[in-house]
């Protein structure tokens, strides 16, 4: 299983991003796929989820700025992050849970800044 992350990069306190990541390989039809964060000096944290039927997670912290969703015709994820805050500056990881096993995207960075 191989992720392919883009969308990173530098926007202003306020603005949006978004960032896409797709998975190509042997994924079995139920799996989860999601975001994790790391920011310098801090562990890799999990940011949202997304199920292949569709249930969401967020962590608190991006509660009603971030919206994922998915293609599962593309096994493509999406997290479209509005009201960015310096504090959401970080490298962001996709990942897809399949079969018992987590895979990883190679990591896309994403500073807010002004």
């Known amino acids: 299983v191989q992720l392919q992350a883009s969308g990173g990069g530098l926007v202003q306190p306020g603005g949006s991003l978004r960032l896409s990541c797709a998975a190509s390989g042997n994924i079995f039809t139920f799996n989860v796929m999601g975001w994790y964060r790391q920011a310098p000096g801090n562990k890799r944290d999990l940011v949202a989820s997304?199920?292949?039927?569709?249930?969401?997670n967020y962590v608190d912290s991006v509660k009603g700025r971030f919206t994922i969703s998915r293609d599962n015709a593309k096994n493509t994820v999406y997290l479209q992050m509005n009201s960015l805050k310096p504090e959401d500056t970080a490298v962001y990881y996709c990942?897809?849970?399949?079969?018992?096993?987590?895979?990883w995207g190679q990591g896309t960075l994403v500073t807010v800044s002004s």
């Open positions: 997304i199920t292949s039927g569709g249930i969401t």
């Open positions: 990942y897809v849970l399949t079969r018992g096993m987590t895979y």
